[in-house]
């Protein structure tokens, strides 16, 4: 186990390892020289790739403070609720429209078959065509979901706090997760857990997989 580093975050101390990342790879050790010393060969000929930094075990983030990096290792899925029946100025709560659940649909016949969701724990917002989105996927793929208002929209909050709960979220989260949400959430945890910052849109019925500080948006409309 490597020494700690303690950062001063929200008034509580976070404990931080010394560490290494490299290609998906991250490397602990009691000093960054220690985590460098076990890098293969091969790894430690790629020394511009390699970033320098801190790791917190228990919420899988790493941090450069230096280079203003900041990132997660979890894996997560995250998938957009399918078209709505409705526009939101005639109702602020619609459920999903009759193409919204053929969209659904066409996502959960690419879970099946592309993804491996052994493990994975599955968080869905409270709003009802998120709820319908996940109920589709649920019946399908027997994956079970629980209710979370913390990946709810940001509508009704400030900037600031919508960024801080879902911090809070990331944290919080197991190493392998699948959350249905909206649009804003999806984009924020997208650079929240990579680090990117330009990320496009997110349309409707789409799945953007998070692995190894990678993200790929995929579409499912017709």
């Given at each position: 186990?490597?020494?700690r580093?303690?950062?001063?975050?929200?008034?509580?101390?976070?404990?931080?390892?010394?560490?290494l990342?490299?290609n998906?790879?991250?490397?602990?050790?009691?000093?960054?020289?220690?985590?460098?010393?076990?890098?293969?060969?091969?790894?430690?000929?790629?020394?511009?790739?390699?970033?320098?930094?801190?790791?917190?075990?228990?919420?899988?983030?790493?941090?450069?403070?230096?280079?203003?990096?900041?990132?997660?290792?979890?894996?997560?899925?995250?998938?957009?609720?399918?078209?709505?029946?409705q526009?939101?100025?005639?109702?602020?709560?619609?459920?999903?429209?009759?193409?919204?659940?053929?969209?659904?649909?066409?996502?959960?016949?690419?879970?099946?078959?592309?993804?491996?969701?052994?493990n994975?724990?599955?968080?869905?917002?409270?709003y009802?065509?998120?709820?319908?989105?996940?109920?589709?996927?649920?019946?399908?793929?027997?994956?079970?979901?629980?209710?979370?208002?913390?990946?709810?929209?940001?509508?009704?909050?400030t900037?600031?706090d919508?960024?801080?709960?879902?911090?809070?979220?990331?944290?919080?989260?197991?190493?392998?997760?699948?959350?249905?949400?909206?649009?804003?959430?999806?984009?924020?945890?997208t650079?929240?857990?990579?680090?990117?910052?330009?990320?496009?849109?997110?349309?409707?019925?789409?799945?953007?997989l998070?692995c190894?500080?990678?993200?790929?948006?995929?579409?499912?409309?017709?």
């Open positions: 186990m490597g020494s580093l303690f950062f001063l975050m929200g008034g509580d101390k976070m404990p931080y390892l010394k560490a990342y490299l998906g790879k991250i490397v602990t050790g009691v000093t960054h020289g220690h985590a460098f010393a076990e890098l293969s060969e091969a790894e430690k000929d790629q020394i511009d790739g390699i970033v320098s930094g801190f790791f917190d075990e228990e919420t899988g983030q790493f941090i450069d403070p230096d280079s203003n990096i900041e990132f997660y290792t979890k894996s997560i899925i995250l998938i957009r609720h399918g078209n709505i029946a526009p939101y100025t005639e109702n602020l709560d619609p459920d999903l429209s009759e193409a919204g659940v053929d969209e659904v649909k066409r996502i959960t016949y690419f879970l099946q078959k592309r993804v491996n969701l052994q994975t724990l599955a968080f869905v917002s409270p009802l065509r998120c709820r319908h989105t996940a109920q589709i996927i649920a019946d399908h793929t027997r994956i079970k979901v629980k209710i979370s208002n913390e990946i709810r929209e940001e509508s009704h909050d900037h600031s919508f960024f801080t709960r879902l911090h809070h979220t990331l944290d919080n989260l197991p190493p392998k997760s699948l959350l249905i949400s909206h649009s804003d959430v999806i984009e924020a945890i650079r929240m857990a990579t680090g990117i910052e330009d990320v496009s849109s997110i349309p409707t019925a789409s799945v953007t998070i190894k500080r990678q993200a790929v948006c995929l579409g499912f409309k017709y």
